[in-house]
């Protein structure tokens, strides 16, 4: 029988989403979990749980014909985690009270359960990268780089078609490189000058706080608020705020410049920009392109495509889940 | 038969070096040859010597047991070569008088005409690269990084025990990625600030220069040299002269902050050095591992080995363009 289906399944600290998911990269049946409830020696009835709502929701599946759907027709089951690692495990994941401090062998119990061989475990920013590859932007590609641009800056590095974990499943945190080397600002991480800590959402944010309230003759409807967020920075300029859009072209501004020393190292393809702030596209793609020309060397020049995410916002982490399972 | 050997080959512009070399990494017939005679058109007449100098060189080698080795029991020829491209061409080579601006079709000649199937071309960092896992420091490795201090700085970056190219082949140029982004000095290639400018062998003689030019009181017997060089900076360092440690200090601090943002990138169990200025080992080493380990995210502090290169110095580079051929 051919395998048509593959599961995907996004794990939060608040919710536990999963997918049936088709070649074409369409949710033909979904759950949610509700993962608040699980605390901290809990992740054996988590586990459990899920297989269970994993085995619920193909029971309810059907195919456009009507057909029921049976596990015998799911190819694998591909899940995004905190801390996910392509190991199979989730390691001491900080926000998942279950899995903090601990390591757990989450693909091989769901592998047990379910009786299915392939069960694959990573993390967001890799899978968005492989669902990328099998159902967005980068299809066909062989060499591309995904960057997440969220809460928090991450990456999935492609090199000729396949993700790179490196020595220890970590490879790609490209959200900690350094963009600003003297007087960087602290960054979660613990070190100074992060990239995460100027171009992820809430680095956009401090960015207009910062010039705020260094120059206070800017008129921008930002000022009124009292907490900004990039989306606030977002819409502004949407609106037309001219300090939003300035605060958008040096967020922008920023990530092209590291973007052309990532060129440096893995000559891809493209850069792919997924999340959040790729939504004020009109505002980051030129800066960006810009300042990553002029740091490229001559024989990248005009060569590197920078693209927005091909996958569909909300259902992003299903699917990228799921395309680790074909 | 057992291909025992393998010919690697260093092209440049004033020679190029041919050895025969055994499994175990000995270079067991050697022959070289002049290049500066050829001239703009003589591509082919260069590549029909070539050809003619390897016969003879195999021609003349012998086993252990004194018997005669023919082209049977070689598995393959490496080629390494400035601008050198793993598609088995050399592409606009400025040192080259015959292969500048032009496309050389290198491993497609040598293949006919020798008949022998596996040619392979690729530049010097990234042959250092395979050379190292073949022979060297990498022996094991699936995943470090080459970098190559000479004249330039360049890389070889091996991923899951492959070589990066990348979607053009131009992959690993992390000599040109940015270490100063304001008021950097001026590189080669065009840009500021690049960690080349910095970290090569001009560099260290430029930080040197420039430091004394700053601060006429600094007393050093590099001051009354006309020319300094990075080799008179590693041997005043070696004769306890204060100012030449500090320069090469300066180097390894700018090198190893650089590489924590390399193990952001591919999470690499070794980062290898190669080249001039690894010889000054015991002046860069510590700054190295010092710069890099407190610009590191937690989970990989203490675990990225910084190691000198395991390749013999004279024969490093025909050894690292025969491991091509393996």
Redesign the interface.
Known sequence: MEKEYVVGIDIGGQSAKIGLVNRRGEIIARKTMDTTKYGTNDENIFMNDLCEAISAMIQGAKTREGEAITMESVNGIGIGAPNGNFKGIIEDAANLPWAKGKTIALAEYISMRMNIKKVMVDNDANNAAIGEMIYGNAKG???FIEITLGTGVGSG?I??G?L???????????G???A??HNGRQCN???TGCLEAYTSAIGVARTAREWLDIDKSIETPLRSLEIITSKDVGEAAKAGDLFSKRVLEFTGEMLG?LF???V??????AIILFGGLAKSWDFIAEPIKRAMES?L????KG?VKILPSGLPDSDAAILGASALAW
Chains 1, 2 share one sequence.
């Open positions: 590609m062989k060499d590095i090199i000729n396949e790179v974990h490196g020595a220890d499943g970590f490879a790609g945190e490209l900690h490189v350094c600003v080397r991480c613990g070190k410049s052309a020393d990532f440096s190292f893995s000559a891809p393809e740091n060397l001559s024989y990248w060569k």
